[in-house]
């Protein structure tokens, strides 16, 4: 056989994606936040793009709240001075009248002091985070005090030598978010190079520390903390600490034996524990809360047919610049400056295609979930239908990833709530009798039902609740199921179940 090379040609179909095609499909499962984000980063890459702002209402202004329009802008200044001028200024008016400034004027003392800083301070010094002028009420608002601040300050007055306030800096960055001493004295010790014992006397100054609780190295020690401050840690209350597992437990029955309590000192040791902080440090965690705004309003119409409608809040608002465009474009001489604005118009142009294309899948992709679940917005969970990424994408004709991408993240404002696309995406439970199968998410929901309503004396197991299952809506579904769900909604077996109805008769 001789090897030689040689060219071939073939014929072969290929699908080839453009950059431009695959972005397409990655706006798709941005979120309203991330495409905020994307369409701003490419207004500030691309001069002919920018922002749609709504054109002022003018309809009900007067002629009087109209601007002024004077070509120097300057005649309703010169309308105040006439009628002011004879007013003298707040030092003259306050001598007159044998007072002091700030006793007759006091806002222009906070006004002075304002005026006197922003000329002490050369222009262009403040910072891009910092307030100015022009400055909103965002910028005036102080930044929330951390944990470790807080904490800080408070160290330093009740420290006074300089070493204990270094083991107390030690101490504080060895605190989680809930306020709990992570680390060891002896490491602590070993890294200063101290003694241990030193690290637990500056340890026992500090844990009266507010938040009360805080410099615990166990939830025990924590709640003995806020209980002494309050003068109620006695030998009881601390043996009843030492034991806590079976609180925990939902086991006071067995504590009372262990403790040797009765009953009602067992129930008054609880309702004290109960007003307790087990977390104090999270009063300071700095938790930053994001609103869901949601992309498709439903609402039902006055034939009681559903009607979908797209937010247009969450629809950035785009237009391309073909003045500045053409303006540009007629002024360019070589073939670089030509090409990058060719180049400036085409991706502004696929941007505003591909957010219009985006819209419309949202809204096409919407309206075949409310056609399949129309029974869940009329009734309520226990109607929720079974429903796959395949049964939208089939009926729709679309790709599943493309369903996938589009329900990511986006959200269905309905009579039943603000709800997540893929909240209608629930797996099916067959039916014992061959019938309509049945929605995992309503099962869940039947579930909970089933253990809310139990009582103390009638505590349902994970059998139990399968049988009622089968024999209520004839849902076949295995006990693991039903452990699974009860687990999933946070929900404990039966024995806890029943400790938690007990103890709250105590």
């Not at 797209?310 to 391309?320: F, G, Q, R, T, Y």
């Not at 089933?450 to 076949?476: F, H, N, P, R």
Request: charged letters at 25%; hydrophobic letters at 40%.
């Amino acid at each position: 056989m001789v090897m030689a090379p040689r060219l071939d040609l073939r014929q072969s179909q290929t699908l080839k994606m453009t950059p431009q095609l695959m972005q397409s499909i990655r706006l798709l499962a941005l979120s309203h936040v991330e495409l905020e984000a994307f369409v701003s980063s490419e207004i500030e890459c691309n001069p002919l793009l920018e922002r749609a702002e709504a054109e002022p209402d003018i309809s009900g202004i007067t002629e009087a709240d109209k601007p002024d329009t004077s070509p120097d802008g300057s005649a309703h200044i010169k309308d105040s001075v006439e009628n002011f001028e004879h007013l003298g200024s707040a030092v003259a008016i306050a001598g007159d009248l044998d007072a002091e400034v700030g006793d007759i004027f006091p806002e222009q003392v906070a006004q002075d002091a304002i005026s006197q800083s922003l000329v002490r301070q050369p222009f262009g010094a403040l910072s891009a985070g910092q307030s100015g002028p022009d400055g909103g009420f965002e910028a005036l608002a102080p930044s929330p005090t951390t944990l470790r601040e807080h904490l800080g300050t408070q160290v330093a007055l009740i420290l006074g030598h300089p070493a204990d306030r270094l083991i107390g800096a030690h101490l504080i960055d060895g605190l989680n978010e809930a306020g709990y001493l992570e680390i060891g004295l002896d490491v602590i010790a070993a890294r200063l190079g101290t003694e241990e014992q030193e690290v637990e006397a500056v340890l026992g100054a500090i844990q009266g520390c507010d938040p009360l609780g805080v410099f615990a190295r166990n939830v025990a020690e924590c709640l003995a903390i806020q209980l002494r401050d309050r003068d109620r840690l006695d030998p009881l209350m601390e043996t009843f600490l030492q034991n806590l597992v079976f609180v925990e437990k939902y086991d006071l029955a067995g504590l009372a034996r262990k403790i040797g309590a009765g009953a009602e000192d067992i129930a008054d040791m609880v309702a004290e524990i109960r007003k307790l902080d087990p977390r104090p440090g999270l009063s300071y965690a700095g938790i930053t809360t994001q609103m869901v705004v949601p992309d498709v309003f439903v609402t039902k119409g006055r034939n009681g047919a559903w009607q979908l409608e797209l937010n247009s809040e969450a629809l950035p608002k785009v237009l391309v610049n073909r003045t500045y465009y053409a303006s540009v474009s007629a002024q360019s001489r070589n073939g670089r400056d030509k090409s990058y604005l060719a180049d400036c118009l085409q991706t502004a142009n696929w941007l505003i295609r591909s957010l219009d294309q985006r819209a419309q899948t949202i809204l096409k992709v919407s309206a075949e979930i409310i056609v399949q679940q129309a029974d869940f917005l009329e009734h309520g969970v226990t109607h929720l239908r079974p429903m796959t990424l395949k049964m939208v994408a089939d009926a729709i004709e679309m790709h599943e990833s493309t369903v996938s991408r589009v329900t990511a993240s986006k959200y269905l404002a309905t009579p039943r709530g603000l709800l997540e696309m893929k909240y209608f995406f629930t797996t099916a439970l067959g039916a014992a009798n061959g019938g309509t199968q049945h929605s995992a998410e309503a099962v869940r929901h039947r579930i909970g039902e089933l253990i809310a309503a139990e009582k103390a004396g009638s505590v349902l197991s994970d059998d139990t609740i399968a049988a009622m299952l089968q024999q209520e809506q004839g849902i076949e579904i295995a006990r693991r199921t039903v452990a699974k769900y009860r687990e999933a909604m946070g929900l404990g077996s039966s024995v806890i179940r029943r400790r938690q109805l007990r103890a709250a008769q105590f």
